[in-house]
């Protein structure tokens, strides 16, 4: 996608924090941190949301998700606890269109759900 913004952090146009990449996914930290941790995990596949996902995108959804698993034992705070959260349209207030997973960590977080 030409004008998506996580598409050019992906080939590089735009600048990003790196913590890990691979040949399906790429995470980097929030430009503005709403945990002391917060990591961005994106398919290198561009897709606005989850509503666009379908069953061929299964197993790169369950990557994602074990992604941020590594990423908590990694990085130290997989004891600790962590969140993981998308935001899916205008009520969950999504702000950029290409698939997005935060890990938030660092903090006790209030409970949502
Ligand atoms: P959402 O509101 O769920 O769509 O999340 C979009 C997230 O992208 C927000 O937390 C933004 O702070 C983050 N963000 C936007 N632009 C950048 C950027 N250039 N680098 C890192 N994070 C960004
Ligand atoms: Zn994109």
Redesign the pocket.
């Known amino acids: 996608m030409n004008d998506c913004?996580?598409c050019k952090?992906i080939n590089g146009e735009?600048p990003?924090?790196k913590v890990y990449e691979d040949e399906l996914v790429y995470a980097?930290?929030?430009?503005?941190?709403?945990a002391p941790v917060?990591i961005?995990i994106i398919p290198k596949e561009h897709f606005s949301g989850m509503n666009e996902a379908s069953p061929a995108h299964q197993a790169l959804l369950g990557h994602i998700l074990l992604t941020a698993q590594k990423l908590a034992k990694d990085l130290g705070f997989a004891e600790d606890g962590y969140r993981i959260?998308?935001?899916c349209g205008e009520n969950?207030?999504?702000?950029?269109?290409h698939l997005?997973f935060?890990l938030l960590a660092g903090d006790q977080f209030d409970r949502l759900v």
């Open positions: 913004i996580f952090i735009i990003s924090n980097f930290y929030d430009i503005a941190p709403a917060h961005l959260i998308n935001n969950a207030g999504q702000t950029v269109f997005h935060h």
